[in-house]
Nanobody
Framework: QVQLEESGGGLVETGGSLTLVCEASGSILSINSMGWYREVPGKARELVVGITRKGDRTNFLGSVEGRFAISRDVTKNTTIYLHMNSVKPEDTAYYYC??????????WGRGTQVTVSS
């Protein structure tokens, strides 16, 4: 089992910056990839950006490319970050950290709300 915990959400003004943090615990050696997802009411959860165990960035959502960046703590390999810059009102969503293990099982954190004021 993998447990994920997000933090860092909150209210930010348009054009501002925010960094989300996701910390993994449990069977961390089984994690193959992690990523940030977001969800708004009435829409499906979508992948914002992912990162593999080797550190390769994958699957950048087109609307955030160039504004958001994902990074990880290479010393612990259990923490990833989502650096959100030049945020827009349409970035308002509930952001989730997700992880996949080697067997393809998915794990989710409880999420954190990000609200961008116009």
């Amino acid at each position: 089992q993998v447990q994920l915990e997000e933090s860092g959400g909150g209210l930010v003004e348009t054009g501002g910056s925010l960094t989300l943090v996701c910390e993994a615990s449990g069977s961390i050696l089984s994690i193959n990839s992690m990523g940030w997802y977001r969800e708004v009411p009435g829409k499906a959860r979508e992948l914002v950006v992912g990162i593999t165990r080797k550190g390769d960035r994958t699957n950048f959502l087109g609307s955030v490319e160039g504004r958001f960046a994902i990074s990880r703590d290479v010393t612990k390999n259990t923490t990833i970050y989502l650096h959100m810059n030049s945020v827009k009102p349409e970035d308002t969503a509930y952001y989730y950290c997700g992880a996949y293990n080697n067997a393809g099982s998915a794990y989710w954190g409880r999420g954190t709300q990000v609200t961008v004021s116009s």
